[in-house]
């Protein structure tokens, strides 16, 4: 049964980077896409993008400039980093198996953005 | 980019009745990708329904997925006490892929 978690900073400061890692447990890391997915506290879902350990990916064009994703192959894990964040920014921030349908999901990470 | 519009935003019913959901499609999704999500609060989204009509692994059969054209329908045949919770369409037939803004449904 593969497993996600998400882990990083639960604050950041305006202006600062974001950055979290997920990392996957059960299974390789190698054999799928891993997505990112964002939710602002009572609000809905926004796709941030995919990547997979070849090094291709896809990104939100809203978040292009900012965003950065990565993955670790030999820590089974998967990152991301978005610049000059605003409060805007503040989210749940879920880690997913998957470049189409989503079909396992981590448990999700608070980010507030906060001076 | 694909706008998805969820209908209604909030369904209101008992145990036991029918629950049908809408996503419409602001234009065409390509090889009917889609898919439908539950949420209940403080979880992360549970696939429930891709390719449109393709149960995920371990879903019950009173889900069930459809789509006419850039019409696309999630019933749920008979509500379980479990069902009440938030569900969202994704298309991921281009990019950026995107979200419905979601239906509640709740309990009568």
């Known amino acids: 049964q593969v497993q996600l978690q998400e882990s990083g900073p639960g604050l950041v400061k305006p202006s600062e980077t974001l950055s979290l890692t997920c990392t996957v447990s059960?299974?390789?890391?190698?054999?799928?896409?891993w997505s990112w997915i964002r939710q602002p506290p009572g609000k809905g879902l926004e796709w941030i993008g995919y990547m997979y350990y070849s090094g291709n990916t896809n990104h939100n064009p809203s978040l292009k400039s900012r965003l950065s994703t990565s993955v670790d192959t030999s820590k089974n894990q998967v990152s991301l980093k978005l610049n000059s964040v605003t409060a805007a920014d503040t989210a749940v921030y879920y880690c997913?198996?998957?470049?189409?349908?989503?079909?396992?999901w981590g448990q999700g990470t608070l980010v507030t953005v906060s001076s | 980019e694909i706008v998805l519009t969820q209908s209604p935003d909030t369904l209101s019913l008992s145990p036991g009745e029918r629950a049908t959901l809408s996503c419409r499609a602001s234009q065409s999704v390509s090889s009917s990708y889609l898919a439908w999500y539950q949420q209940k609060p403080g979880q992360a989204p549970r696939l429930l329904i891709y390719g449109a009509s393709s149960r995920a692994t371990g879903i019950p059969d009173r889900f069930s997925g459809s789509v006419s054209g850039t019409d696309f329908t999630l019933i749920i045949s008979r509500l379980e006490p479990e069902d009440f919770a938030v569900y969202y369409c994704?298309?991921?037939?281009?990019?950026?892929?995107?979200f419905g803004q979601g239906t509640k449904v709740e309990i009568k």
């Open positions: 059960g299974g390789s890391i190698s054999s799928y896409y």
């Open positions: 994704q298309q991921y037939g281009s990019s950026p892929r995107t």
């Open positions: 997913a198996r998957g470049g189409l349908e989503l079909d396992n």
